[in-house]
């Protein structure tokens, strides 16, 4: 029953632009499913002798890409394959229709040519410490012609010149469609790193080998929004970012840019990596007010810092009424822009005079928040509450006291 509805949900698919009344039953009564056919990628032909070819036959190529209808070259006996469909490298089915009958289905494997390429894959900076223990990663894939990936048994030389000499590190692909290899860079001011496979081909890559990390920079803010709502945005620039050698770092190096705030607490950490001895970044405005100052670092040790940064509250002070006796309304809190605050910003509310101070979190929804306080109340006794936002407190009585 299973296999019967795949065939006619098959039938379906493929003859669904047709507009003439097709017998389903006919059409999966007659199909036969024979051994799997195979072609090199880049043959155009598919041979089938004329003996078993018909000017009502049909012949459906179906693949990850959908469906196609092939043509039949009489002079050849051959199905004929257009491209790219030839060129790519991968398992296919051919459906073959008689007077809207299926009589074959047969699976079509274009199987990948013989290696004539190689694909490097490496990100990161060209530029690579002198005997940096990470080293780098190089990752090598085989093509063909055609850039299918190939899979199977080869033999991966990597060739690095290092104090002059070259040095061959072997690895084998077994089985699979690519390989990785660590590879280190010497004292020397160049080192070449070669790859070849099974003698058929080689690429190369080439490294340069520096003093290794970022040393110095110049460090500019433009101008900010000085507004401490954690939404806003302010951009960094970095220039001159320079080596032990005074040359510009590598494109690629990574970086570390993080802001802080007046007690030198970090109040947010970037990544970034640098372009041609630059790089920009963008920050986002802390929530609390204060002082705060950008720092740039890298390999860890401190590059740049820029000049002190002041933030003022978003918003001055914290609308609440009781609305009865329990039920508690902070906000709406408006900021500077007459914006109602995001939502989501936490609401701290905090009783004191319990035996143990007790604060509880709440979020703000559309500016506001409702705060049930009849069970702690109740259990506390409390003579005064608390309502903070960001860095904004105030106090507020009980209306049961």
């Not at 078993?52 to 459906?60: A, D, G, K, R």
């Not at 590879?183 to 070669?194: C, E, F, M, Q, T």
């Not at 433009?222 to 806003?232: S, W």
């Not at 990574?254 to 920009?280: H, P, W």
Request: glycine share 6%; charged share 20%; with cysteine.
């Amino acid at each position: 029953m299973t296999e019967r509805l795949f065939y006619i949900l098959l039938i379906i698919s493929l003859l669904s632009c047709q507009n003439e009344q097709v017998d389903i039953n006919a059409l999966i009564h007659t199909q036969h499913i024979q051994a799997p056919l195979q072609l090199n990628a880049g043959s155009p032909l598919l041979p089938y002798p004329a003996t078993s070819h018909s000017h009502s036959q049909q012949y459906l190529l179906s693949g990850i890409n959908g469906t196609i209808e092939l043509d039949y070259d009489a002079k050849s006996e051959s199905i004929i394959l257009p491209k790219p469909i030839n060129e790519k490298a991968g398992v296919y089915t051919l459906t073959i229709i008689r007077d809207q009958r299926i009589t074959h289905i047969r699976t079509l494997e274009i199987k990948a040519k013989a290696a004539q390429g190689k694909a490097l894959s490496y990100i990161g900076p060209k530029s690579v410490p002198y005997n940096d223990q990470n080293g780098v990663m190089v990752t090598s894939a085989l093509t063909d012609q055609y850039n299918n990936m190939l899979k199977g048994q080869y033999g991966i030389n990597y060739h690095q010149l290092s104090d002059n000499t070259y040095q061959i590190n072997r690895q084998s692909i077994n089985h699979e469609y690519y390989t990785s290899k660590t590879l280190y860079v010497s004292n020397d001011k160049v080192a070449l790193v070669g790859i070849e496979a099974d003698d058929s081909y080689s690429d190369e890559l080439f490294f340069e080998g520096s003093s290794g990390c970022p040393v110095s920079a110049e460090i500019y803010v433009e101008e900010y929004y000085n507004v401490a709502d954690g939404t806003q945005t302010f951009q960094v620039h970095l220039s001159e970012i320079l080596d032990a050698d005074d040359a510009p770092v590598e494109t690629g190096t990574y970086m570390r840019a993080a802001l802080y705030d007046a007690e030198q607490k970090l109040s947010a950490n970037y990544q970034f990596i640098c372009i041609n001895g630059t790089a920009q970044i963008t920050m986002v405005n802390p929530n609390q007010q204060g002082d705060y100052q950008v720092k740039v670092s890298a390999c860890g040790d401190e590059l740049a810092a820029s000049a002190e940064l002041s933030f003022e509250a978003d918003f001055l002070e914290i609308p609440k009424q009781w609305i009865s006796s329990h039920l508690l309304k902070v906000g709406p809190i408006v900021s500077r822009l007459n914006q109602k605050l995001q939502d989501g910003t936490p609401v701290l509310l905090q009783f004191i005079g319990c035996q143990a101070d007790e604060t509880i979190y709440y979020k703000l929804d559309d500016g506001i928040c409702l705060i049930n306080t009849d069970e702690i109340i109740a259990n506390c006794k409390t003579t005064k509450l608390s309502v903070q936002i960001r860095s904004i407190k105030d106090t507020i009585s009980n209306p049961n006291e």
